[in-house]
């Protein structure tokens, strides 16, 4: 745990009391802050009551004397309007931060040149998190791993010289730490997402530029440029002054990292190095992959790791779950995890790595539905579609791809592993990326993504991927 000394002997209000509220409730406790927890779940509330904490209902209470308030990253700051405890604070012109903001405040306290790499973009900052936590464990760090992805960033060892905390974030964590400064900082993509949290998709944009626009002086802004959003926030930070390093897995670039014929090169002027080779990884298949250990291998270098290390760091990533994750394999048929695959942009990154595909979509649908898909539908052999989206979804396909209304997930891995059997491919594939959030059948896509592991390793006869 990180104690946070920044607010010792002062009030401080925390609103949301999932797994990241109850951490910052019990760093402020542990250095030396007075907390009045609070939520709008009861069994929330009672869970942090039960854990030592004085709770109140901060619609009734005084607002003079609280420091702050800690907000969770799921109570909207700006869109579609505040939350009620965001009007709460400003009326008294009390701070709302989020625990990346107590995290950021600490280690200037106490650690300032500790090594901290956070990570963002619309798609792929897990793995690319994950990739780099990786990484630095090959490399001998102690590595802190944490954020967006598992656990709280208050609930890991403090910040030290020697020890790297590599952060995922979203653009809810973002927009509440506003003096957020890592040591490496990685904007991997911008692409439409979470428009109904931040307005329009300038704003949302606006909103992952500050995290790589915060590099702390002699920091490395790592920055995708294979879309327009991310291309100009990286002129921007050239601009500013910043050390900016260019990633792309489309064109060559002069100056930066790109990948080519599976190979990342690293530009300086007219001189080109080979850094690594991606060929044969299966963790890190696809072109999305490849953006993502682009900018990971870029922050191994900023961080001073070298080329042999790194290459060996990259082939011995097992990836992650629910990210392209191969889960088995029975005869000439692949089974693969993209639980995670949860809107169109997602699902194309696993449509465009595999060529004869029996593609498991549907969930509760997102805006847009699977239209900008169509490039993709070659690709498929067959669609078996589930959920509340299988209607929509099924008229998106329409006469261009064969397709089953399978209803459930059991009954689309029974008939997709049955059709590419039969196929007579060399590799035929059974991909679970959907397209949709889970909500309509399962709580969350980790729990959806499980359901079709345990099933799929469940057939007689399925072996383990090596």
């Keep these: 745990m990180i104690p946070v000394t920044s607010f ?19 760093a402020l406790k542990a250095g030396g802050a007075e907390v009045i927890a609070a939520d709008d779940n009861a069994d929330n509330v009672a869970r942090a009551a039960q854990a030592g904490f004085t709770t109140a209902d901060l619609r009734t209470v005084s607002w003079a004397n609280f420091a702050a308030l800690i907000l969770t990253p799921g109570a909207p700051l700006t869109h579609p309007a505040p939350h009620w405890s965001v009007l709460k604070a400003r009326e008294v012109g009390c701070e709302v931060v989020g625990d990346v903001e107590l995290f950021c405040r600490e280690r200037r306290r106490h650690a300032p040149n500790a090594p ?27 590595t802190q791993m944490g954020g967006n992805i598992g656990t709280a960033i208050l609930s890991l060892e403090p910040p030290r010289m020697g020890r790297v905390h590599v952060i995922e974030m979203s653009s809810y964590q973002i927009d509440l730490a506003p003096s957020l ?31 790589v626009a915060g590099v702390q002086q002699g920091g490395t802004a790592i920055t995708g440029v ?5 291309r100009n926030i990286a002129d921007r930070l050239d601009r500013a002054g910043k050390r900016v390093v260019r990633i792309s897995v489309r064109n060559p670039l002069p100056d930066g990292l790109y990948v080519e014929h599976e190979t990342i090169v690293r530009a300086s002027g007219a001189a080109r190095s080979e850094i690594a080779r991606l060929g044969g990884i299966g963790s890190l298949r696809g072109l999305h992959n490849a953006q ?8 191994a270098l900023a961080m001073g790791i070298a080329t042999d290390m790194l290459q060996n760091g990259l082939r011995s990533f097992p990836g992650l779950a629910h990210r392209m994750e191969q889960v088995g394999r029975r005869g000439n048929v692949l089974f693969v995890n993209d639980s995670k695959g949860t809107n169109a942009d997602a699902a194309a990154h696993a ?4 060529a004869d595909i029996y593609w498991i979509a549907g969930g509760k ?15 498929i052999r067959k669609a078996y579609l589930i959920g509340e989206a299988a209607a929509e979804f099924s008229g998106t396909l329409g006469d261009r791809v064969p397709h089953d209304m399978s ?3 059991d009954v689309a891995i029974a008939s997709a592993t049955r059709d590419a059997e039969a196929s007579g491919l060399v590799e035929a594939v059974v991909l679970l990326s959907p397209a949709c959030a889970s909500f309509d059948q399962y709580r969350n896509f980790e729990i959806r993504g499980t359901a079709f592991r345990d099933i799929v390793q469940a057939l007689p006869g399925v072996k383990p991927v090596v």
């Design 226 to 230: 294979d879309d327009i959003w991310c």
């Design 8 to 26: 010792s002997g002062k009030t401080v209000a925390v609103f949301g009391l999932g797994g990241s509220g109850l951490a910052s409730c019990e």
């Design 292 to 299: 993502n250990a682009a900018c990971a291998s870029a922050c």
């Design 181 to 211: 400064d890592p040591s490496v900082g990685i904007l991997i993509n911008i692409s439409e997402d979470h428009i109904d949290r931040h307005g329009t998709l300038e704003h949302y944009a606006a909103v992952k530029e500050r995290l």
């Design 365 to 379: 649908p997102k805006a847009g539905g699977i239209t900008g898909l169509s490039e993709y539908f070659p690709r």
């Design 407 to 409: 209803g459930t997930l």
């Design 351 to 354: 449509l465009s790595s595999f």
């Design 116 to 142: 901290f790499v956070a990570i963002t973009g619309t798609n792929g900052k897990s793995t690319t998190t994950a990739l780099i936590a990786h990484l630095m464990k090959v490399a001998g760090y102690d």
